[in-house]
């Protein structure tokens, strides 16, 4: 997604590139665009010129919405996730501190670190070991 947010705006990325450019095999980034396609994040152009590229501007994309596209629901315990039957499995509701202090653990924060967007990447230069 870094990638892909450095080249926004200049066209289809391919992941041949990306995968020179990341190390990492061209295989495995096939998974993942997939996973990011589904979410509405990324999309494919056919063609000798083709690739992927952002849906959205980067500064428009979180690193949640990337998460959840890789990894699922986010929550820090069963009951708060988005999923109204992980809230019956939890056997703490009783006693839980969370719910006794009225904070919704799935309500995003501005200061966490799911917020930062991809813009906020591109705009970083990268420590690159010589």
């Known amino acids: 997604m870094v990638q892909l947010g450095r080249h926004y705006g200049l066209g289809p990325a391919s992941l041949a590139e990306i995968a020179q450019e990341e190390d990492l095999p061209r295989a495995y980034l096939e998974q993942l665009v997939m996973s990011l396609r589904d979410a509405g994040l990324v999309y494919s152009t056919r063609g000798a010129r083709g690739g992927y590229e952002l849906m959205r501007a980067p500064i428009d994309i979180r690193m949640g919405d990337i998460l959840r596209a890789l990894e699922g629901p986010i929550a820090p315990m069963v009951c708060a996730s988005d999923d109204p039957e992980h809230a019956t499995v939890c056997d703490r ?25 991809a ?12």
């Open 119 to 130: 813009a906020r990447w591109r705009r970083r230069p990268l420590d690159h070991p010589s």
């Open 93 to 117: 509701t009783a006693r839980c501190t969370v719910n006794a202090r009225g904070d919704d653990p799935r309500r995003p924060r501005p200061d966490h670190a799911l917020a930062v967007g």
